[in-house]
């Protein structure tokens, strides 16, 4: 049975899960979920996630909402494909790959996730962004990207020499982040910036940008 991803294709979590599936070659369809007209608020979207959120993934019987626990579900379904995105093969790989998971949920994400917030979803909401918010959220992101700086420089990808799932988790909200002021974050760090160069510009997620279309008039 094909996965059935219910999303949106600009969703930063829709395309987390879009992009590990594209890198894995899974077969999925993608079922749009309208949150114009409120529908992830409906009954029948919050059977598949009661916290009303996107996106939620659904494999035969097993239904999975949280965008990280779907793109593992899906590394580790499809590492067979020739791409082990979580290094099972290694246990001190796959624990690399762990940590660097948990250090973009844990620190990355609530550092950039406020400015994306700013500069796309007010903006939407009718508002103006707020610099205050964006200047204290640029110090907490320029934090976390000192510690990347500095691992990057001795590892190509963040848990050693091999693109994983950690690196993959990471695309969507800096692909949103480069189009905005807040783009000089990571292109004043050489290392990040050529770690970002790499991994956007891989196929998969190429497909996966064409989607990413907020903020675009
Ligand atoms: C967050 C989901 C989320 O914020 C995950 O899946 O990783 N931790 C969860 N979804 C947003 C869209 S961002 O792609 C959403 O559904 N927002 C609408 C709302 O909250 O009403």
Redesign the pocket.
Known sequence: MTIKLY?AAM??????VLACLHETGAEFELVPVN?QIGE??QPAFLAKNPF????ALEDDDLTL????SMSTYVADKFKGNGCDLLRTQNLKEAALVKTWMEVESQQFSPAISPLFFQFYIVPMQGGSPNQAMIDENSGKLGKVLDVYEKKLSSSKYLAGDFYSLADLHHLSLIYYLMKTPCAKLINERPHVKAWWGDISSRPAFQKVAQGLTLGQK
Do not use: D, M, N, V
């Open positions: 999303g969703s930063t979590c829709t395309a987390r949150l992830h608020k009303g959120q996107i996106p909402f949280e965008s990280r």
